[in-house]
């Protein structure tokens, strides 16, 4: 059974830096397509950044340059580095873990639903206030 459970969340001001972590159990980055999406106030779920099977990591292009996903492999751990925050980045981030359906894996929520056996942390609230 896959857990995951996330944790730094916090407010901030824009401008600022962030690090967040999930803790993985019954999943792994070779096993399953793995990473960061977000949903923020009166928006849909979005992809933020996930690794392919073979770690390479895909970032949405808003997130590119400001955000960086890492792994540790001993730890079974994600980690999002989030950097130069802006209010628009204010949502609720869940670590996410669905099947590999392709060589790379999508940054498409749609694709990690429970019907497609995708599982979802329950989150950490990160606020930018401008």
């Known amino acids: 059974q896959v857990k995951l459970v996330e944790s730094g969340g916090k407010s901030v001001q824009s401008g600022g830096s962030l690090r967040l972590s999930c803790a993985a159990s019954?999943?792994?980055?070779?096993?399953?397509?793995m990473g960061w999406f977000r949903r923020g106030p009166g928006h849909g779920r979005e992809g933020v950044a996930v690794?392919?099977?073979?770690?390479?990591?895909r970032y949405a292009d808003s997130m590119k340059g400001r955000f960086s996903i890492s792994q540790d492999n001993a730890k079974n751990a994600l980690y999002l580095q989030m950097d130069s925050l802006e209010p628009r980045d204010t949502a609720t981030y869940h670590c996410?873990?669905?099947?590999?359906?392709?060589?790379?894996?999508?940054?498409?929520?749609?694709?990690?639903?429970?019907?497609?056996?995708?599982?979802w942390g329950q989150g950490t609230q990160v606020n930018v206030s401008s």
């Open positions: 996410v873990a669905g099947p590999i359906l392709e060589a790379q894996c999508s940054l498409d929520p749609a694709l990690y639903a429970l019907g497609y056996g995708g599982v």
């Open positions: 019954g999943a792994t980055t070779s096993s399953h397509c």
């Open positions: 690794f392919d099977p073979d770690g390479t990591p």
